[in-house]
Every structure is written in C-alpha cells, then in structure tokens.
C-alpha cells in the first residue's frame, strides 16, 4: 500500500477531511534505499556519487508523496538520510572529528555537500494539498447550445 488514508473531523464542526499519508511501508522502503545506496556505494569514492545517487532517489521518492499530509514524513527522511550519509563519512574518515568533517564536507555547516553538489533535503520539499481541478476536468457531457 503506497498510501494510507484517515478521515478526521474538524473539532466542534460536522465537517470530514481525508489526509492521506505515506504508509509507513513505502517510508520505510525509502530508508531501505538510503541505506543500500549508502552501502554500495564504496568508502574510497567521492562524496559526489553518493550524493548523486541518493538525490535522484529522494528527489523522486518526494515528488510521488508530496500531495498529501507529508512534511512530518520528509522531516523525519531528512534526518535519517543526514544521519546515513554521515555514518559513511565516518567510514571513510574514522579519525576525523566532527570539526574536520563540517569543514572539509559542509563548509563549516552541518548539511553534506560536495564541490558539485549538496545532498537533497527532503523537508524543504512543499506539499500540496486540495488543489483545485473543476476547471481542467472535463465535463462529460456534451455541450449543447
């Protein structure tokens, strides 16, 4: 199931709204494929194919869920995909230190970037909910005049 669905009342009101949020078996399918990218991707390679990898991955994986009730959902992909990519850079420097890290791979920052490319944040990414398509629906009757 790609999506789970609830219908909430709004309090004090007899109005219903449906949320749908990804179901936490394509969330986790996400951090399945951080990890395996994470790991396939050997420590003596650049930072830069990791993070290439890991955007096309997160990029698409946003767009797909971004119409719903997602951003509690990306905000938590964030920190796991950070936490991930972090935990390979301290396989590949395993003597380094948290200073020589944000210096050498964040330019002083905490966000992974490389000289070419930052890692993908998926909690920047906006969600789009209840957009409005009566107008580019068409009708199908015809139209009679």
């Given at each position: 199931?790609?999506?789970?669905?609830?219908?909430?009342?709004?309090?004090?009101?007899?109005?219903?709204?449906?949320?749908t949020y990804p179901a936490k078996k394509a969330v986790q399918a996400a951090k399945r494929k951080v990890k395996m990218l994470c790991r396939e991707v050997e420590v003596n390679q650049p930072l830069d194919d990791l993070l290439r990898r890991l955007n096309?991955?997160?990029?698409?994986?946003?767009?797909?869920?971004?119409?719903?009730?997602?951003?509690?959902?990306?905000?938590?992909?964030?920190?796991?995909t950070w936490q991930t990519v972090w935990r390979w850079m301290r396989r590949k420097h395993r003597r380094s230190t948290w200073k020589e890290f944000r210096h050498r791979y964040c330019g002083g920052g905490w966000w992974s970037a490389s000289e070419n490319r930052e890692l993908f944040d998926p909690e920047k990414v906006g969600t789009t909910r209840y957009r409005y398509r009566g107008s580019i629906i068409p009708a199908p009757w015809p139209i009679t005049g």
């Open positions: 199931m790609l999506t789970h669905i609830q219908c909430h009342r709004k309090r004090g009101t007899s109005q219903h709204y449906v949320y096309m991955a997160l990029r698409g994986w946003c767009a797909y869920f971004r119409s719903g009730v997602s951003s509690v959902t990306f905000a938590y992909l964030s920190h796991y």
